[in-house]
């Protein structure tokens, strides 16, 4: 061991140290971790990607900066000249109160929206090393309180916000009343396996309600599952693969026990690339099923030529892609293939797609109440974005932005409705035969 | 085959061709091929076509020095037909040692009438080192001619060289250590014509011909690297072309010829592949017709295409451990920052897994104290 300060202690008696959170930090610094610490060439293109860098003004929110406990510990132990001066005493130190003052940079002050890794001229993947850094964080004690209560309630209820089945039931019920279809529970060998986000649930039950009548339009098997039926996943925004391999566990579990052959990430972008790509790594083997975000599935469904609308749009619509959706997992054509069925009148933001500003919720900050005011302040990047082209409504397909654009746009008085974009193909299906549906209306 | 026809003939290409069964579209797929190797845009098929079919034939004249044939042999062991077929009806190899049918004072005659009748446009290809101007001329005559003489007295009249395999190029094993018959390169010897390194032990037969077509679409050479050699073909290093590049990328090398990383297809790096430092056409061209390459036959890349081949160090010894002698002080300044490194890499990948082993899982019940 070189030279690496002694933990103080935590005031309060907790199971969480610095030794354990250092420890953490080292596990996570690998080959390209220490490529990225050694290539990166000082250029701050990363802090002019950097919504809350740019809306604060306040050079500390500079996207390499909030790694700088990291690579400390990458110079410090990982390098030849560190180790050097490590032996005569010169390294800088990452201790308590390092991490304390490092806890808003890492949680609050970042979504995780990766436009800073686009942007790296040397290539270096700074969301993904803020998401290993959360590593240390979570295992020193230094996570927010608001991110910590959602993963216990994530693992204990199944539900970040403590949701549980008989919650939705009751939506599924007044959705089965509304529309006169069934809602499939638990049905075993179906197509496809539908998870939700709590978000859905509560706040936004039409979308649960699309899903229920295109599927039924498209002629597509498909199931909820009581056995897990949230797919957003709390240990991935709090940083901490523990947590984020249990929750992944769950949903594989349900989709094994039903032997579905897709599984459906609802409109919640951290989720999507949580189920889709940090997921086998997880568990640590391959699924034995697909996995989809909603909006692939209904391009599919298009593209075969099962999905028929009518009617059109005629409101000037505007579109806010989710990063974990287009620049983290490039579905970016899909969304404009079913914007295009519906809306006549569309008219494209002016960065969109791979280079879309986030809505500054992501990444655990709309967790997180003590991030508030800076949420609000990244969010006046996409204010003015919408601004700019001037939409009468705004769509988009992850329930954490939709929530952030309709708070926002209150907050600043902007009166712009939003909308999921599966309702809004919903609302344009071809009307079937009454006599096909009428089984099971009241 | 024609060889040894002392007039190029004046009829096109593309005639000639035809007279010997090749038809119109195979003549097109040439020169689809011919573009693809040499890296060219489509659209430059019909213009490669059309300058074909105009060319005359160049006279050409292959001296034959300190070599294995292996080079003459890659040209020509491959199956027909196919572009290196074809490519010797489109030069007039006025001659050439091994092919030419006729021998002693005809031949040399022969040669001397090619200088004469084409001199300042004919194409000069050397393969073999050969002993400089202060060795014994006695390790390597022809005719009773010293090497250094012929080539000195061919380079007079030749439009360009061209050196084919690592023997001409860089010297190569006659010119190893302690290079007893003082053996040096053609680029060390010709100074004012232009020289092209077609390097390789032996070179891709293709590259051979695609240096060729060059020549004879364009009338000038391609564009070269800092060795002389093509960039079109030495533009890449077999390392980030290879195909077992993503087990490198991932860590996964095979320990030894017959471990179960080696079955796996895993990367040869610690096996001493020198393919990160090597640039050749191997891993994309291929070799006997595009069957297999030393790397997917399970073998390392020895850095045939390299100046200094057989000197830079063990074919078995990996890249980063220092080879042979430190010629110097800065080689042993550069081994030791290399032995340093590795050492420091080799216990920072021991720290991580040790921390990755130590480190604690974070249950939910300890996060609920938090709260």
Same mark, same amino acid.
């Given at each position: 061991?070189?030279?690496?300060?002694?933990?103080?202690?935590?005031?309060?008696?907790?199971?969480?140290?610095?030794?354990?959170?250092?420890?953490?930090?080292? *596990?996570?610094?690998?080959?390209?971790?220490?490529?990225?610490?050694?290539?990166?060439?000082?250029?701050?293109?990363? &802090?002019?990607?950097?919504?809350?860098?740019?809306?604060?003004?306040?050079?500390?929110?500079?996207?390499?900066?909030?790694?700088?406990?990291?690579?400390?510990?990458?110079?410090?132990?990982?390098?030849?000249?560190?180790?050097?001066?490590?032996?005569?005493?010169?390294?800088? !130190?990452?201790?308590?109160?390092?991490?304390?003052?490092?806890?808003?940079?890492?949680?609050?002050?970042?979504?995780?929206?990766?436009?800073?890794?686009?942007?790296?001229?040397?290539?270096?993947?700074?969301? &993904?090393?803020?998401?290993?850094?959360?590593?240390?964080?979570?295992?020193?004690?230094?996570?927010?309180?608001?991110?910590?209560?959602?993963?216990?309630?994530?693992?204990?209820?199944?539900?970040?916000?403590?949701?549980?089945?008989?919650?939705?039931?009751?939506?599924?019920?007044?959705?089965?009343?509304?529309?006169?279809?069934?809602?499939?529970?638990?049905?075993?060998?179906?197509?496809?396996?539908?998870?939700?986000?709590?978000?859905?649930?509560?706040?936004?039950?039409?979308?649960?309600? *699309?899903?229920?009548?295109?599927?039924?339009? =498209?002629?597509?098997?498909?199931?909820?599952?009581?056995?897990?039926?949230?797919?957003?996943?709390?240990?991935?925004?709090?940083?901490?693969?523990?947590?984020? %391999?249990?929750?992944?566990?769950?949903?594989?579990? *349900?989709?094994?026990?039903?032997?579905?052959?897709?599984?459906?990430?609802?409109?919640?972008?951290?989720?999507?690339? =949580?189920?889709?790509?940090?997921?086998?790594?997880?568990?640590?083997?391959?699924?034995?099923?697909?996995?989809?975000?909603?909006?692939?599935?209904?391009?599919?469904?298009?593209?075969?030529?099962?999905?028929?609308?009518?009617?059109?749009?005629?409101?000037?619509?505007?579109?806010?892609?989710?990063?974990?959706?287009?620049?983290?997992?490039?579905?970016?054509? !899909?969304?404009?293939?079913?914007?295009?069925?519906? %809306?006549?009148?569309?008219?494209?933001?002016?960065?969109?797609?791979?280079?879309?500003?986030?809505?500054?919720?992501?990444?655990?900050?709309?967790?997180?109440?003590? %991030?508030?005011?800076?949420?609000?302040?990244?969010?006046?990047?996409?204010? *003015?974005?919408?601004?700019?082209?001037?939409?009468?409504?705004?769509?988009?397909?992850?329930?954490?932005?939709?929530?952030?654009?309709?708070?926002?746009?209150?907050?600043?008085?902007?009166?712009?409705?939003?909308?999921?974009?599966?309702?809004?193909?919903?609302?344009?299906?071809?009307?079937?035969?009454?006599?096909?549906? =009428?089984?099971?209306?009241? | 085959?024609?060889?040894?026809?002392?007039?190029?003939?004046?009829?096109?290409?593309?005639?000639?061709?035809?007279?010997?069964?090749?038809?119109?579209?195979?003549?097109?797929?040439?020169?689809?091929?011919?573009?693809?190797?040499?890296?060219?845009?489509?659209?430059?098929?019909?213009?490669?076509?059309?300058?074909?079919?105009?060319?005359?034939?160049?006279?050409?004249? $292959?001296?034959?020095?300190?070599?294995?044939?292996?080079?003459?042999?890659?040209?020509?062991?491959?199956?027909?037909?196919?572009?290196?077929?074809?490519?010797?009806?489109?030069?007039?190899?006025?001659?050439?040692?091994?092919?030419?049918?006729?021998? /002693?004072?005809?031949?040399?005659?022969?040669?001397?009438?090619?200088?004469?009748? #084409?001199?300042?446009?004919?194409?000069?290809?050397?393969? @073999?080192?050969?002993?400089?101007?202060?060795?014994?001329?006695?390790?390597?005559?022809?005719?009773?001619?010293? #090497?250094?003489?012929?080539?000195?007295?061919?380079?007079?009249?030749?439009?360009?060289?061209?050196?084919?395999?690592?023997?001409?190029?860089?010297?190569?094993?006659?010119?190893?250590?302690?290079?007893?018959? @003082?053996?040096?390169?053609?680029?060390?010897?010709?100074?004012? +014509?232009?020289?092209?390194?077609?390097?390789?032990?032996?070179?891709?037969?293709?590259?051979?011909?695609?240096?060729?077509?060059?020549?004879?679409?364009?009338?000038?050479?391609?564009?070269?690297?800092?060795?002389?050699?093509?960039?079109?073909?030495?533009?890449?290093?077999?390392?980030?072309?290879?195909?077992?590049?993503?087990?490198?990328?991932?860590?996964?090398?095979?320990?030894?010829?017959?471990?179960?990383?080696? +079955?796996?297809?895993?990367?040869?790096?610690?096996?001493?592949?020198?393919?990160?430092?090597?640039? #050749?056409?191997?891993?994309?061209?291929?070799?006997?017709?595009?069957?297999?390459?030393?790397?997917?036959? /399970?073998?390392?890349?020895?850095?045939?295409?390299?100046? +200094?081949? $057989?000197?830079?160090?063990?074919?078995?010894?990996?890249?980063?451990?220092?080879?042979?002698?430190?010629?110097?002080?800065?080689?042993?300044?550069?081994?030791?920052?290399?032995?340093? /490194? /590795?050492?420091?890499?080799?216990?920072?990948?021991? +720290?991580?897994?040790?921390?990755?082993?130590?480190?604690?899982?974070?249950?939910?019940?300890?996060?609920?104290?938090?709260?």
């Amino acid at each position: 061991m070189s030279a690496t300060p002694s933990s103080t202690g935590s005031p309060e008696s907790s199971p969480f140290t610095l030794e354990r959170g250092l420890a953490a930090f080292r *596990a996570e610094i690998d080959g390209p971790v220490a490529a990225f610490f050694s290539s990166c060439v000082h250029c701050g293109v990363c &802090a002019q990607s950097c919504p809350f860098y740019l809306e604060t003004g306040d050079p500390k929110y500079t996207p390499i900066l909030k790694l700088e406990p990291l690579r400390l510990i990458w110079a410090a132990e990982f390098t030849l000249l560190g180790r050097l001066k490590g032996f005569l005493g010169l390294n800088k !130190q990452v201790t308590d109160e390092m991490l304390s003052e490092w806890e808003e940079l890492i949680y609050d002050s970042c979504s995780m929206c990766g436009r800073c890794s686009l942007v790296c001229p040397v290539g270096n993947d700074i969301q &993904a090393m803020v998401r290993k850094t959360r590593e240390g964080m979570v295992a020193s004690g230094h996570a927010p309180e608001g991110l910590i209560g959602a993963s216990v309630r994530a693992v204990q209820t199944g539900s970040p916000m403590g949701l549980q089945w008989k919650t939705l039931q009751v939506q599924i019920n007044h959705i089965e009343t509304s529309t006169g279809l069934t809602v499939p529970v638990d049905q075993a060998g179906v197509d496809y396996l539908v998870m939700l986000s709590s978000m859905e649930v509560i706040n936004f039950p039409e979308y649960l309600e *699309a899903i229920t009548r295109i599927f039924d339009h =498209a002629g597509v098997s498909w199931t909820l599952s009581t056995q897990c039926f949230e797919a957003t996943n709390a240990g991935i925004q709090i940083g901490n693969k523990d947590v984020a %391999a249990l929750l992944v566990q769950r949903v594989v579990d *349900a989709a094994v026990a039903l032997g579905v052959k897709n599984v459906i990430s609802p409109e919640c972008g951290h989720a999507y690339t =949580a189920i889709r790509w940090e997921g086998p790594n997880l568990i640590g083997r391959p699924y034995p099923f697909h996995a989809f975000h909603i909006i692939e599935v209904l391009d599919q469904l298009r593209a075969a030529g099962r999905i028929k609308t009518e009617g059109m749009e005629t409101d000037r619509l505007s579109l806010h892609d989710p990063c974990n959706l287009a620049r983290k997992s490039g579905v970016i054509q !899909q969304q404009r293939n079913l914007m295009d069925l519906v %809306a006549e009148n569309f008219i494209e933001l002016k960065e969109h797609g791979r280079f879309q500003w986030c809505c500054g919720a992501g990444g655990g900050v709309s967790s997180n109440e003590r %991030a508030e005011p800076l949420k609000l302040a990244a969010f006046k990047m996409k204010k *003015a974005q919408i601004e700019e082209v001037e939409p009468e409504r705004m769509v988009t397909m992850c329930a954490t932005c939709r929530t952030q654009l309709e708070e926002g746009l209150e907050h600043f008085n902007m009166d712009i409705p939003v909308v999921g974009l599966t309702e809004l193909i919903a609302e344009h299906l071809v009307e079937r035969e009454p006599a096909e549906q =009428a089984e099971g209306a009241t | 085959m024609r060889v040894f026809e002392k007039n190029p003939l004046e009829k096109g290409l593309a005639e000639r061709l035809r007279e010997h069964g090749v038809s119109r579209r195979g003549f097109l797929k040439f020169c689809a091929a011919t573009a693809s190797m040499m890296a060219l845009p489509p659209a430059m098929i019909p213009a490669i076509a059309a300058a074909l079919e105009r060319a005359r034939r160049p006279s050409v004249i $292959w001296l034959s020095f300190q070599e294995c044939t292996g080079c003459t042999e890659s040209l020509t062991r491959s199956h027909a037909p196919t572009v290196e077929d074809l490519i010797l009806d489109l030069i007039s190899l006025d001659y050439h040692h091994t092919l030419q049918a006729a021998a /002693g004072e005809a031949a040399e005659a022969a040669r001397e009438q090619a200088m004469r009748d #084409n001199h300042g446009n004919y194409l000069l290809i050397v393969d @073999g080192s050969l002993p400089g101007p202060d060795a014994n001329p006695g390790y390597s005559t022809i005719a009773g001619v010293s #090497n250094y003489a012929m080539l000195m007295e061919a380079v007079e009249g030749a439009a360009a060289v061209i050196a084919v395999g690592t023997c001409a190029a860089f010297g190569g094993l006659p010119a190893a250590a302690p290079n007893p018959t @003082g053996a040096v390169s053609v680029m060390d010897l010709v100074k004012d +014509r232009p020289v092209v390194n077609v390097s390789g032990c032996p070179p891709v037969p293709m590259v051979i011909t695609g240096v060729l077509a060059h020549f004879l679409t364009f009338g000038r050479l391609p564009e070269l690297d800092e060795y002389h050699r093509p960039l079109a073909f030495f533009g890449q290093s077999i390392h980030d072309r290879c195909y077992r590049r993503p087990f490198y990328d991932k860590g996964l090398f095979a320990e030894t010829f017959d471990d179960a990383g080696a +079955r796996a297809g895993w990367c040869l790096y610690r096996l001493g592949c020198k393919g990160p430092s090597t640039y #050749n056409a191997c891993a994309t061209m291929r070799w006997n017709s595009g069957t297999s390459w030393p790397i997917e036959a /399970g073998h390392p890349c020895l850095g045939c295409a390299e100046p +200094r081949f $057989w000197d830079a160090g063990g074919f078995y010894v990996p890249l980063s451990v220092p080879t042979g002698p430190a010629q110097d002080y800065l080689l042993a300044a550069g081994a030791l920052g290399a032995v340093v /490194g /590795g050492v420091v890499a080799t216990s920072a990948r021991g +720290r991580v897994k040790a921390e990755a082993a130590v480190r604690q899982p974070v249950t939910v019940e300890e996060l609920e104290q938090k709260l």
